[in-house]
């Protein structure tokens, strides 16, 4: 490619609505542009980042054998019901009536048309194992769309949809999958981490995160450096910290006035916070034959931890759980928030503790009376012992769930997801199969998800610097740019340029040249903003010495290479 | 690929639904699903002749010079309400609001936006020319979807942009897209023609259709076999035929009760249908200062010629013309229509006559008195000389408008499209740039579509039998089909199955072998149907004299080939 044929438009400042660093750098390299809120026109500096991204993806899904078919934008309202998410999904699946006023839904994803596809395609066990996949425009009308390609509206999605005669079968073909997400993401030259996940809403029965390492990402990846441990923040188990000592304390109550934090609490009683519980009130409402019955529960967990409300949601019972208002803990507990404990509460309630919680002696928690605590509180002896539940986020050092270690903590940006649904969409859509014995079974399904146009700002956020992006080799929009200097002007650099240029696209390098004519310090800063991962610099004076100047994007300084030896150079730079 | 891993689903029957051809076969060969109304997923088996459709169209727009971005699927309404088309296109554009209320359109084609992309961005003259082009999913909501991906209503569809300084840049550009329109229709491999158009609708100066040939065709092509002259019904000239010869008959009112149409009252007088002229009847109504009034016309037609409206509508004041009613017919003329005539009207009337009428002597036509038509009519004589223009659809025979030849007329299916739009977008939506003197003027724009699904079913419309479809080599899901018979039998069928399976793929030949046990009659049924170009079959007898049997999808028989010959023979088949 010549610059002077392509389309570069670059900007010295970004829009004041880009907040992240990778929606800046996109805007201001010009890869995108605006069209409305979270809606994109990519450039064709972006596009070709997302066809790169694209390719491999569909290499390595053909690979393992997925068949790539295109399912419609625009779908029936009809299928969506059938699943019940016509209702279940709210504000963010767009709807739209045709003229004849039936309603569409303009697809965040397809598992009720791929469903609906293979239970008229699919007789018999034989047909099976199957995966569909394919990379299409989708729509989700975000609250509040923002971070550029981050959380747009419109974007790009590769998803899949594996239908197996069994569970063995489905873990099977969920573990196809998982390898083709790690060989698609090492591909990209991303640094990542797969880590285990809730599954969620959608229901089944397990599911990992692909993550794009960044210190700038939303979510926390918990792993352990010594073993292949690793889940997100929901999902990662907290084993319980020490061992429960021997009460050496009687309990007491201490006025602890306007003290209604564990933090502050500990400081007023000279402890450290990890002696102190905090104490949250839960109420369930269960109704039945028309009457609401409401039930109290109380969590404890350790001053220093913090609660996980996916776990809470799985405790027996707690299903359906809201924060207890105040009125409830002023009649439960006949106090306010802030003081309260688990040591006699004035109406029966089930207290669960954190399996951290219930191995503490000695501790200091609410005394249900306004400016008390109670301190030296001991299970058993002054209270009954708890339900012991895991209630807690982790924390780097807890010791791993794998008994292999201790944990660490990172941040991460989610950019795939594969899931086991199991029969979740294939029940409700009557989608089965005959098996051996002719009798119909539903299909177990497994879905899997990578956010096409998401990685690139996933990749921007691990890879920039202060001149602008870094991309690495597999995704830049050019591997290589040639920048000659004085083109105009040099006989020689310009024959230099043209040759090179010639025998690098040859070599197979996806280079461009610059030919716009430009001053070195603005053609080098377009394309150090765009991150085109190599520079040579095709300069007079280099050339009376028979030499180029080869750069890396992420390079110090610039190495001076003979001519003659440059292609064979970058060719090893890029490993070929 | 292996058939076995690949997804292959095809059915005796077309549904009842399936009108034409192409839609039945599509159905069959199991190529597209249908979701909806005019909504379809494209099964792994359509999705490759998709994708090497769009491969296709991709590298010869790059090879033009045009640059390929994405622009989104949905758009603000803001857009589309600054050129006006949010009211003028009705209810084929679907429309979308969005969690706030906010209008959207789902695109059905992108001026607006792209234009919008480009007046923030060009600023110059500098920076012309440009061209930006992408393949995205389009959505138009039809009346009446039908024909399978003839007609549908979500579709994809490459778009281009052409923007230019000046009217004589822009005719450059147009002239760039129409070469490579000729190379890309070229390498699909499909009869095809290109012929001027009408503008219509869009405005601007000049465009021409592709059209691939086939006798089922929406669309009648004309052209001149001796030079290249072609055009479409709309666009193509109609000449004079003859020369008016001298009055030879006197005018006399001749009774033909019940004579409503040329042909019956030629039949009743003995006459040629040539020696009558048909008449029509319009109305243009016009508003001045509030007050509504109407101008009658009267259009002539020799009476085997057929009224052309396109045409109609371009002779001066008659633009907003309709039918007159049979009451203003009684009013003007004091007849009732089918004994209409030029000759004395009640009313002053203007008398348009299509040039071949204009040149008829002693001709044949109403006599404004029921049951009663005029003969012997002469121009001048018995009326005033008319308005001439021309009227008529082109019929074959006539002369060339290039003096070249006679015209003849086949059927087309409507693939392609570019259009001069010269400043109809720039100018509404404000899309300036600065010219050599520093003053804005706007951009010369031009545009060009090509339907890409379309395509699929245009080529089938071309090139089936009764046995199915019959891709041309560029755009077949593969390009060969290995058929080994009883490959779970033989050893040495499988063996040698597996050996050339191996040496076609490295001979890069995309091709699929059936490894999925059936029985030779429902093999090539399936791949007969499903149109792969080119078939050899691996049998035990061949295989002990050395030969495997080759098969063209349109060849009567099998040929013998040397097993070691037979990569170098497909090879010459497909022209490598």
């Given at each position: 490619?010549?610059?002077?044929?392509?389309?570069?438009?670059?900007?010295?400042?970004?829009?004041?609505?880009?907040?992240?660093?990778?929606?800046?750098?996109?805007?201001?390299?010009?890869?995108?542009?605006?069209?409305?809120?979270?809606?994109?026109?990519?450039?064709?500096?972006?596009?070709?980042?997302?066809?790169?991204?694209?390719?491999?993806?569909?290499?390595?899904?053909?690979?393992?054998?997925?068949?790539?078919?295109?399912?419609?934008?625009?779908?029936?309202?009809?299928?969506?019901?059938?699943?019940?998410?016509?209702?279940?999904?709210?504000?963010?699946?767009?709807?739209?009536?045709?003229?004849?006023?039936?309603?569409?839904?303009?697809?965040?994803?397809?598992?009720?048309?791929?469903?609906?596809?293979?239970?008229?395609?699919?007789?018999?066990?034989?047909?099976?194992?199957?995966?569909?996949?394919?990379?299409?425009?989708?729509?989700?009308?975000?609250?509040?769309?923002?971070?550029?390609?981050?959380?747009?509206?419109?974007?790009?999605?590769?998803?899949?949809?594996?239908?197996?005669?069994?569970?063995?079968?489905?873990?099977?073909?969920?573990?196809?999958?998982?390898?083709?997400?790690?060989?698609?993401?090492?591909?990209?030259?991303?640094?990542?981490?797969?880590?285990?996940?809730?599954?969620?809403?959608?229901?089944?029965?397990?599911?990992?995160?692909?993550?794009?390492?960044?210190?700038?990402?939303?979510?926390?990846?918990?792993?352990?450096?010594?073993?292949?441990?690793?889940?997100?923040?929901?999902?990662?188990?907290?084993?319980?910290?020490?061992?429960?000592?021997?009460?050496?304390?009687?309990?007491?109550?201490?006025?602890?006035?306007?003290?209604?934090?564990?933090?502050?609490?500990?400081?007023?009683?000279?402890?450290?916070?990890?002696?102190?519980?905090?104490?949250?009130?839960?109420?369930?409402?269960?109704?039945?034959?028309?009457?609401?019955?409401?039930?109290?529960?109380?969590?404890?967990?350790?001053?220093?931890?913090?609660?996980?409300?996916?776990?809470?949601?799985?405790?027996?019972?707690?299903?359906?759980?809201?924060?207890?208002?105040?009125?409830?803990?002023?009649?439960?507990?006949?106090?306010?928030?802030?003081?309260?404990?688990?040591?006699?509460?004035?109406?029966?309630?089930?207290?669960?503790?954190?399996?951290?919680?219930?191995?503490?002696?000695?501790?200091?928690?609410?005394?249900?009376?306004?400016?008390?605590?109670?301190?030296?509180?001991?299970?058993?002896?002054?209270?009954?012992?708890?339900?012991?539940?895991?209630?807690?986020?982790?924390?780097?050092?807890?010791?791993?769930?794998?008994?292999?270690?201790?944990?660490?903590?990172?941040?991460?940006?989610?950019?795939?997801?594969?899931?086991?649904?199991?029969?979740?969409?294939?029940?409700?859509?009557?989608a089965t199969f005959l098996d051996e014995n002719g009798k119909p079974a539903p299909l177990q399904m497994g879905c899997y998800g990578i956010g096409v146009t998401r990685i690139l700002g996933a990749a921007i956020e691990q890879n920039f610097d202060d001149k602008g992006i870094v991309w690495p080799d597999a995704l830049a929009p050019f591997e290589l740019v040639l920048c000659p200097m004085g083109m105009d002007r040099s006989e020689a650099v310009k024959t230099q340029a043209e040759q090179l240029y010639a025998e690098l696209k040859a070599a197979g390098v996806d280079v461009i040249v610059d030919d716009r004519g430009l001053?070195?310090?603005?053609?080098?800063?377009?394309?150090?903003?765009?991150?085109?991962?190599?520079?040579?610099?095709?300069?007079?004076?280099?050339?009376?010495?028979?030499?180029?100047?080869?750069?890396?994007?992420?390079?110090?300084?610039?190495?001076?290479?003979?001519?003659?030896?440059?292609?064979?150079?970058?060719?090893?730079?890029?490993?070929?």
């Amino acid at each position: 490619m010549r610059a002077s044929r392509f389309f570069i438009s670059t900007l010295k400042e970004a829009p004041s609505d880009a907040e992240i660093v990778s929606h800046q750098l996109m805007m201001r390299a010009g890869m995108i542009k605006r069209l409305g809120s979270g809606i994109y026109t990519y450039m064709p500096t972006g596009l070709r980042v997302i066809r790169k991204v694209e390719a491999i993806i569909r290499e390595e899904m053909n690979k393992s054998g997925a068949l790539e078919l295109l399912m419609p934008v625009v779908q029936p309202a009809e299928l969506w019901q059938e699943t019940g998410r016509w209702d279940k999904m709210g504000a963010e699946l767009m709807r739209v009536k045709d003229r004849h006023g039936r309603d569409y839904a303009i697809q965040p994803t397809s598992e009720e048309v791929v469903t609906d596809v293979v239970r008229s395609e699919i007789k018999s066990y034989r047909q099976l194992p199957l995966n569909f996949y394919h990379i299409q425009t989708k729509f989700r009308d975000e609250r509040r769309p923002r971070f550029g390609l981050m959380r747009g509206r419109e974007f790009t999605m590769k998803d899949a949809y594996s239908f197996d005669r069994d569970v063995a079968g489905m873990q099977k073909s969920y573990g196809v999958m998982f390898d083709a997400y790690v060989r698609i993401f090492n591909r990209f030259g991303l640094k990542f981490r797969a880590v285990a996940a809730d599954n969620g809403a959608i229901g089944g029965t397990g599911s990992h995160e692909f993550h794009v390492i960044a210190s700038t990402g939303e979510d926390a990846l918990v792993y352990c450096p010594s073993s292949d441990f690793a889940a997100n923040m929901e999902a990662a188990e907290a084993l319980a910290i020490g061992t429960r000592g021997a009460a050496a304390q009687a309990m007491e109550k201490v006025p602890t006035p306007g003290k209604t934090k564990c933090d502050s609490v500990a400081e007023l009683l000279g402890l450290p916070l990890s002696r102190t519980v905090k104490t949250i009130a839960l109420t369930v409402e269960k109704e039945e034959e028309g009457k609401v019955s409401k039930q109290y529960f109380m969590l404890l967990l350790r001053g220093d931890h913090e609660l996980n409300e996916v776990k809470v949601g799985k405790v027996a019972g707690l299903a359906g759980h809201r924060f207890s208002t105040e009125a409830e803990i002023e009649e439960v507990y006949g106090t306010v928030p802030g003081y309260l404990g688990p040591v006699a509460p004035r109406l029966p309630v089930t207290v669960v503790a954190d399996r951290t919680a219930a191995n503490m002696a000695d501790f200091v928690c609410g005394a249900n009376e306004r400016d008390y605590h109670l301190t030296g509180v001991n299970w058993g002896r002054d209270l009954p012992e708890p339900v012991v539940a895991d209630l807690r986020n982790v924390v780097e050092g807890d010791a791993s769930p794998d008994g292999k270690g201790v944990l660490a903590i990172e941040r991460g940006i989610e950019v795939g997801h594969v899931f086991q649904l199991g029969t979740a969409y294939s029940a409700s859509m009557g989608a089965t199969f005959l098996d051996e014995n002719g009798k119909p079974a539903p299909l177990q399904m497994g879905c899997y998800g990578i956010g096409v146009t998401r990685i690139l700002g996933a990749a921007i956020e691990q890879n920039f610097d202060d001149k602008g992006i870094v991309w690495p080799d597999a995704l830049a929009p050019f591997e290589l740019v040639l920048c000659p200097m004085g083109m105009d002007r040099s006989e020689a650099v310009k024959t230099q340029a043209e040759q090179l240029y010639a025998e690098l696209k040859a070599a197979g390098v996806d280079v461009i040249v610059d030919d716009r004519g430009l001053r070195p310090g603005a053609m080098f800063a377009d394309w150090e903003l765009i991150g085109v991962p190599h520079r040579v610099v095709i300069g007079e004076r280099g050339l009376k010495e028979g030499k180029l100047e080869y750069q890396g994007r992420r390079d110090a300084a610039a190495t001076a290479v003979p001519v003659a030896e440059m292609v064979g150079f970058i060719k090893g730079k890029l490993g070929r």
